[in-house]
């Protein structure tokens, strides 16, 4: 019997890694595009915003896989017995913590690094194309730097809130899913 249970959690971590590395590939090469275009035909301040936005998506995934790897389960069991369906949700995110956190870590999070990064330099080249080689590249380097600590900077500040706020942010979590998943049923 225990070496069926050993079997089946082998297979589901397969499955798990699987998925990810398959869903990180398109999705990043998705992103990539869509960032790509739209940066081209956007106003700079626009272009920046989308850089904004990217690198705040990363911060928050990376903060909310922190704070459902660190919550402490007991509260949303109480929750959950009263048949709660905040707490089962919030239950089932710290029952699958491994698996939020990687999504949440590292699929969103680095993903939006690595889109974010490109969008600095497709950004620097609009930026800095008609300045000297020198110039463009010491402005390019600047802006890249800059876009990589403001990201670091921010997932380190994330990381302690997540740490400190993970109840809270468990329940805002579970919160948003519910609501989500209620609107998937009421449309079948």
Request: proline share 1%; with cysteine.
């Given at each position: ?54 690198i ?13 790897t ?17 707490g ?48 463009a ?52």
């Amino acid at each position: 019997m225990k070496n069926i249970k050993e079997k089946s959690k082998r297979r589901a971590r397969r499955i798990w890694i699987t998925f990810a590395f398959i869903f990180s590939f398109f999705m990043t090469a998705l992103l990539s595009l869509m960032s790509g275009e739209a940066l081209e035909d956007l106003p700079v301040w626009a272009a920046l915003a989308v850089l904004f936005v990217f690198i705040l998506l990363g911060i928050v995934f990376d903060m909310i896989g922190l704070a459902v790897t660190t919550a402490d389960i007991s509260a949303f069991n109480a929750m959950a017995a009263k048949k709660d369906p905040v707490g089962k949700r919030a239950v089932w995110l710290i029952a699958n913590a491994e698996k939020v956190s990687s999504f949440c870590n590292d699929i969103v999070g680095d993903i939006c690094g690595v889109v974010s990064g490109a969008s600095a330099a497709a950004i620097a080249v609009v930026l800095f194309s008609g300045l000297g080689y020198e110039t463009a590249f010491w402005l390019t380097l600047s802006l890249t730097a800059l876009v990589s600590s403001v990201t670091v900077g921010g997932k380190a500040l994330g990381k302690r809130v997540g740490i400190e706020k993970s109840r809270e942010i468990t329940l805002f979590v579970a919160k948003a899913l519910c609501i989500f998943t209620k609107k998937q049923r009421k449309k079948k």
